[in-house]
Each structure stands twice: as structure tokens, then as C-alpha cells.
């Protein structure tokens, strides 16, 4: 499998002022990940109507290091409007919009935040959507998060039936129950039947102990399950833990991501 880091994990430093997009992936790049994830508005300079050349020197300079962008994060929503919802069609237009941003990128893997509340509707908007997924050949990676349970995008999956549409687990299902905002800890087992469908997963942290252990999360059993699997997707490092207290974002990153390294290579 494919190991690097979400560009979230610098998010300290990155909304403080003192690293831009560029300085974290030459940071991601120091500590040796195979390549990074990029969340658009938090992370693409002049979001929502970034510039083709910011884009470009993005892509140029991932590739530059030796390194792949494994997946565009983004959020769709339909309250952008101050005076009224967006409409279906609005939505598939942002959708749209989103997974060519995602090829130019060079990214195989867009993983929209959308509040899919009845999965119903989820089904409905992917359907509409997967001529472009398949024209660019970018993958609909939709994230399975606490505190749904891991059954939850299930109906989805089956329903749509496409390898264009897969998930993007995180390992927050798998916390133990003291890690923040935790509500209901799900047994290991229960990723087993996702893995067939998965391409991606967030390899959440919030904190460390000495010995760069991740206390909350069974980083050995979850990054072994996928290595028995064959997992050859990839698997992004997210430390959360800045936003509980803020604090310089390196050493948190290199901690994470020798965590991978010791479990998931």
C-alpha cells in the first residue's frame, strides 16, 4: 500500500500563517510519504476560483518530489446560497466541476464531503454524476466516519454498483471510546466486508505517547488487516489534534507517519 500524508495534518502552521500548500508537501516530501492528500478549501490558493497555474505548480511540484496526489477532498453542500438551497441540478453542476479539478490535479480520487442524510440521496447525485467520473477516470471516494457505523454507505455501494464509486474509511470507526468526540467504538471485524470497496482510507490521530504510539487508535490492527488484504490503494496520515491545542505541525506529521511506516510497510 501507498503511505503519506493528508495536508490536514499541517493544519496548525497552515492557519497560522506560517506554511503555505507548498511548504507542506515539501514537508511531506522530507519525511518520505509516497504522497499527499489535498482538501480544496483549506489548502488551493484563491478557493473557490483557484487560478490554473496555482493548480498547475501544485501538480508540477508533487510530481517533482517523487510523490502522487492521492485524493482531492472537498465539500459539497447545499446551503452555499444565502437565499436558498441549491438545487439538484446546481449540485451535479458543482460535482462536476469538482471531478475535473480532480483529473487536472492528477489526482485518481475525489472524496466529496456531503452530508447524505438518507443515504438515498447519495444514490441519486452519484448515479448522476458517473458519465464524468468515468470520462475523467476519477473515483466518487465517499468517507465512512465516526459515528456512523460501518455498515452505514452499504445501500449505496450496492445500489450504484460501480468501481467509480467506492469508500474511504477512517479510522475513527475503529477508536477506542476516550479518543475526542468519540461516541461508539466498532469492532475490528467489521472492516473485513469493506475492504473489498475500499481505495483510500484516513488513518486518524489525535495524540501520542513516548513512544509515538497512537493510544486511541489500533493503528498495528487496522494497517495489518489492510496488509493481509493486499491492500494496494492508499492510506493518508490525518492528525487532529492540533485544533485541540495548538502546536508546531512537524514533529506530530513525523510521528504519524512513522507510524505508518512501522505497521503499514
Known amino acids: 500500500m501507498k503511505l503519506g500524508l493528508t495536508l490536514y495534518s499541517f493544519g496548525a502552521d497552515l492557519h497560522a500563517g506560517k506554511m503555505d500548500v507548498f511548504d507542506a508537501i515539501r514537508k511531506a516530501a522530507e519525511l518520505g510519504c509516497d504522497g499527499v492528500e489535498i482538501i480544496a478549501e483549506q489548502h488551493i490558493p484563491g478557493w473557490p476560483n483557484p487560478s490554473l497555474d496555482d493548480l498547475t505548480q501544485i501538480r508540477e511540484l508533487v510530481e517533482s518530489l517523487g510523490m502522487e496526489i492521492f485524493c482531492f477532498s472537498c465539500y459539497f453542500g447545499k446551503n452555499i446560497r444565502s437565499d436558498r438551497p441549491q438545487t439538484f441540478e446546481e449540485l451535479v453542476h458543482h460535482a462536476k466541476r469538482m471531478i475535473a479539478l480532480t483529473a487536472y490535479l492528477g489526482a485518481p480520487i475525489m472524496r466529496p464531503a456531503f452530508n447524505a442524510n438518507p443515504v438515498g440521496q447519495l444514490i441519486d447525485f452519484v448515479n448522476a454524476v458517473l458519465p464524468s467520473l468515468e470520462k475523467y477516470g476519477v473515483i466518487w471516494g465517499v468517507e465512512l466516519h465516526a459515528p456512523h457505523p460501518p455498515s452505514y454507505y452499504q445501500e449505496a455501494l450496492d445500489a450504484v454498483d460501480s468501481p467509480w464509486f467506492r469508500l474511504v474509511p477512517d479510522f475513527s470507526c475503529w477508536q477506542g471510546p476516550n479518543a475526542p468526540g468519540q461516541i461508539q467504538s466498532n469492532p475490528l471485524s467489521t472492516l473485513e466486508p469493506l475492504l473489498k470497496y475500499t481505495v483510500h482510507c484516513h488513518a486518524k490521530a489525535h495524540m501520542f505517547t513516548a513512544d ?54
Open 212 to 265: 509515538g504510539e497512537e493510544p486511541n487508535t489500533p493503528y498495528k490492527e487496522l494497517l495489518g488487516m489492510l496488509k493481509d488484504y493486499g491492500f494496494k490503494g492508499s492510506v493518508s496520515g490525518e492528525y487532529e489534534g492540533w485544533f485541540i491545542k495548538y502546536a508546531p505541525s512537524e514533529q506530530p506529521a513525523k510521528t504519524l507517519f512513522n507510524l505508518l511506516e512501522k505497521y503499514g510497510r
